[in-house]
């Protein structure tokens, strides 16, 4: 599966990414709107979405699926706006702005990574074997 | 018979076109009216009185039902009402329980008003269509369902003389019926009764929710009280309401920001903390089985005894490793993250009609659980879904059920009455055989089931008057008071519970308070003022989730880290300030915890009128069975002999050399004045009179001194 892989010890917390990124899907330069945040004081964090999928499970109507590249996907149309996927993601990297009723996600395409000058984050891939959202036809027998 | 044939059945009756309007603030500010005696289908104004005193929920319910009927309605007649109404929180995504339905109607097992607060998707959806409210009247000739379309506007009364009955089928049929295709599907409620509704009092209402996941629709249950029966009563086969597009903003909140905040921090909780407490996302309320069992509270054997050895076969780690579908949301609304609404799925049956089809077992709760198992001595779990099975499809409540069946196995085991008046049923404890064929003979309206499905105090009088039974030996130990068969917990050890029970509106449903833990475990209510000041608090608090929609169990069925530093940690000081903000956030009311009560005061006390109107409500109504209160029999006093001997010895009697018999007269004149001090205290807490009416003063107090309450109190002061 894609995803946008990170080196902490590279970032050099200049917010250029926070900025690609709320520039490209919301027209604003805001980091409250963005899906990668990094941390502003202190040693360097970044948060951002490692699509394992634990999310998945958790929507009450399903809005949320791995498309074919492996990336986890929210279908916005059909979300209900609970934020439980934020609440659980065991990263909290699934993010929210009082803007929109619905929550927003890194879906790993890689435009912030093209201008990250440390080359901090960039775009990888690893097992899809590491995906934690269950099987539904098997749980349920079908 | 396929859906559209089924369908191609429907004879329409009345139409009625409405425009979609607005929602403010959580409120549509409009109620739907509808007669199915008449098939008058109309809008009511919403007032501002009604918003001010009442909120909504259980506070419309009531309101509405008060002014259908008359001190002499009986709860078959015409003019009884099913009141089925949200409260402006319901219907919002983002805090968890906040899809609650309120249902109000005259009992047929209390004759006194009955509520009862239910999940599913019914209300969510009503409120999006545009009703605040539906309030149903009358009685129609020929079976007929309601169909609310919210999308279109449009509201149908319709014969449908082929639908099943039965709620499981009847849920996946009209799902199947209104639904556009599979992904329309949750965008469908139903409501349904069930077959064993028709032939008992204790009928209860499904409502129901389609699971995306298993591709079912499931069913919460409005259980208390015996709706379903008025329900059946009224030839209402089903009510449908359809809205597509549900967003999380529909409530059009006041300060949405703030609903999500609080939701969010919620949600984090529930994720870090529910596997080191509850387990309400594995098992839901069953998690406690093995937890009363351990402190003498579970109910064994019609509320003999509080503990019993085969608990470990009906522990919670046996449903969750053996039936339970683990990892599944199952929230009975969208955001509920404690997701307690467990199922058990491919669970196949050993009896009935649909012996052998592989079923989802909406459950075990621990009501049914206890009730349906350790209450009628019986210990197995596939027992225990079966039944639980059978109780929803035939629209049977789980918990008159079960209270009622060991009332009459104690009955039975006991020789009161015997195989030929139960039809040739072995009616011992234990003996799931016999308790399903119970519920089978409610199904099909025949047999001793269906007396059974009076319930206890039916079945009281029946024996006394019909099989010559000692009238006061059935009162010690049949447990139901106004009517209601008591909830799954003993009492027995806990004087504050017993009040709990005992100093309800409805009947002994502990949803009022539950104080054992506070006063028995605890001790923290060591005073008469202590337990009537928690006797004060609990019921208001509580009250106050029916009135706004609201579900009671994650307010306290998971706790902060924090909680236990709190000055008060049984009330879970952050939760609470979590609704006071959610309510902000949707109303733009800023409540304290203060105006949190009052409102609640408001409505209890004029539930509280209410049931002085119907013939109850007194004193004399509050009086309970000695079962809830201490050891009836020699057995029961022998099995905890010291805790007893003890509490003799305290009040200063030696009970060195007695005989049980003496221990146990002695015990219970002591105990029964404790209840009567307790009910003064109480009553004088919650601004009553010693017979138990408010004062006239008080309802000032309150701004409830409306002329039509004053009439009903006046001559009482």
């Known amino acids: 599966m894609k995803y946008l892989a990170k080196d902490d010890s590279k970032c050099i917390q200049c917010g250029t990414c926070e900025s690609i990124c709320s520039k490209t899907y919301y027209k604003e330069d805001n980091y409250e709107k963005s899906c990668i945040v990094v941390k502003k004081d202190g040693k360097p964090e970044i948060n951002v979405c490692n699509q394992c999928g ?3 499970d958790i929507c009450p109507v399903i809005a949320i699926k791995r498309d074919k590249q492996g990336i986890v996907r929210i279908n916005k149309k059909i979300c209900v706006g609970c934020f439980m996927c934020v609440g659980f993601c065991p990263q909290l990297s699934m993010r929210q702005h009082d803007d929109y009723i619905e929550p927003f996600k890194c879906i790993a395409c890689g435009l912030c990574a093209k201008e990250c000058p440390t080359g901090a984050i960039y775009i990888a891939e690893r097992s899809d074997d590491e995906a934690k959202e269950m099987n539904l036809d098997q749980v349920f027998n079908r | 018979m396929d859906i559209k044939r089924i369908k191609e059945g429907h004879k329409l009756l009345a ?81 968890a329980g906040a899809g609650k339905s309120l249902v109000c109607s005259l009992s047929p097992l209390t004759d006194i008003p009955i509520d009862s607060n239910v999940g599913g998707f019914f209300g969510p959806l009503l409120k999006f269509s545009g009703w605040d409210a539906l309030e149903i009247q009358g009685k129609a000739e020929k079976d007929v369902i309601v169909v609310i379309d919210g999308n279109k506007g449009l509201v149908t009364i319709e014969e449908a003389p082929y639908e099943a009955v039965d709620g499981h089928i009847l849920g996946e049929q009209l799902t199947e019926m209104y639904a556009d295709n599979e992904d329309d599907k949750r965008n469908v409620s139903v409501v349904t009764a069930g077959s064993g509704a028709e032939h008992t009092r204790m009928g209860l209402l499904n409502f129901s929710f389609y699971d995306p996941r298993r591709k079912v629709t499931r069913l919460k249950q409005a259980g208390r009280g015996g709706i379903g029966t008025v329900f059946r009563n009224k030839k209402i086969k089903a009510l449908v309401v359809k809205f597509s597009n549900v967003k999380g903003d529909l409530n059009n909140a006041y300060d949405q920001a703030v609903i999500n905040k609080t939701g969010i921090k919620y949600h984090r909780e529930i994720h870090d ?14 998690n406690i089985i093995e ?10 054997m019609n509320f003999q005894y509080g503990s019993h050895p085969d608990t470990e076969k009906i522990k919670s780690t046996v449903f969750i490793e053996k039936y339970i579908t683990q990892g599944v949301q199952d929230g009975c609304w969208y955001g509920c993250s404690m997701s307690c609404a467990k199922a058990a799925d491919c669970f196949k049956l050993k009896t009935g009609p649909y012996k052998g089809q592989r079923v989802t077992v909406d459950g075990p709760e621990y009501e049914n659980a206890a009730g349906l198992g350790s209450n009628c001595g019986i210990f197995d779990p596939e027992a225990i879904l079966e039944l639980n099975f059978y109780c929803d499809t035939y629209g049977i409540d ?48 025949e047999g001793f089931g269906t007396v059974v499905g009076q319930g206890v105090h039916r079945m009281k009088k029946l024996f006394v008057e019909k099989y010559g039974a000692d009238p006061d030996f059935l009162f010690d130990i049949g447990m139901e008071q106004k009517g209601l068969e008591y909830s799954e917990y003993v009492s027995k050890e806990s004087l504050a519970q017993q009040g709990g029970y005992g100093f309800t509106n409805k009947g002994p449903q502990h949803d009022e308070a539950w104080l054992i833990f506070m006063d028995m475990v605890n001790n923290q209510l060591p005073t008469f003022e202590d337990k009537a000041e928690a006797l004060h608090y609990f019921p208001m608090f509580r009250t106050w989730f029916g009135l706004y929609g609201f579900c009671k169990l994650p307010w306290n069925d998971i706790v902060p880290a924090d909680n236990k530093y709190t000055d008060e940690p049984a009330k879970v000081p952050e939760h609470v300030q979590n609704y006071l903000d959610v309510v902000y956030g949707v109303t733009g009311k800023r409540l304290s915890t203060e105006d949190m009560i009052r409102e609640s005061e408001r409505v209890y006390n004029f539930q509280k009128i209410f049931n002085i109107r119907m013939g109850k409500g ?12 201490g050891p009836v029999t020699k057995e029961e006093y022998e099995s905890r002999q010291e805790r007893y001997d003890n509490q003799l010895k305290e009040i200063g009697y030696n009970p060195e050399g007695k005989t049980t018999e003496e221990k146990i007269k002695v015990l219970r004149e002591y105990r029964e004045d404790q209840y009567e001090k307790l009910m003064d205290a109480v009553y004088k807490r919650r601004g009553w009179n010693s017979n138990g009416v408010p ?9 409830m001194d409306l002329p039509e309450l004053i009439e009903v109190v006046k001559d009482l002061q």
């Not at chain 2, 004062?695 to 309150?702: A, F, H, N, R, V």
Request: hydrophobic share 35%; with cysteine.
């Open chain 1, 54 to 56: 634990e999310c998945i």
């Open chain 2, 15 to 95: 139409e009625y076109k409405y425009e979609l309007g607005t929602i403010e603030r959580g409120y549509t500010n409009r109620t739907l009216y509808v007669n199915i005696s008449d098939n008058t289908i109309a809008s009511k104004a919403v007032t501002p009185m009604m918003k001010e005193k009442f909120v909504g929920g259980k506070g419309f319910g009531l309101w509405y039902l008060w002014n259908a009927t008359t001190p002499s309605t009986k709860w078959d007649d015409p003019e009884n009402e099913i009141v089925i109404a949200g409260g402006p929180a319901c219907g919002i995504t983002q805090y």
């Open chain 2, 273 to 286: 903390l529910d596997h080191l407490q509850n387990n309400m996302r594995k098992i839901g309320t069953a």
């Open chain 2, 291 to 300: 937890v009363m069992d351990e402190y003498d509270l579970l109910p064994v």
């Open chain 2, 398 to 445: 789980t918990i008159s059920f079960g209270t009622a069946t060991a009332f009459a196995m104690e009955c039975y085991e006991r020789g009161i009455i015997n195989k030929e008046i139960t039809g040739g049923l072995e009616l011992k404890f234990g003996n799931f055989e016999t308790a399903v064929e119970l519920l089978h003979q409610m199904s099909r309206g």
């Open chain 2, 618 to 629: 007194l004193r004399k109504n509050d009086k309970a069975p000695y079962r809830s209160m």
């Open chain 2, 695 to 703: 004062t006239i003063e008080y309802l000032k107090e309150l701004g």
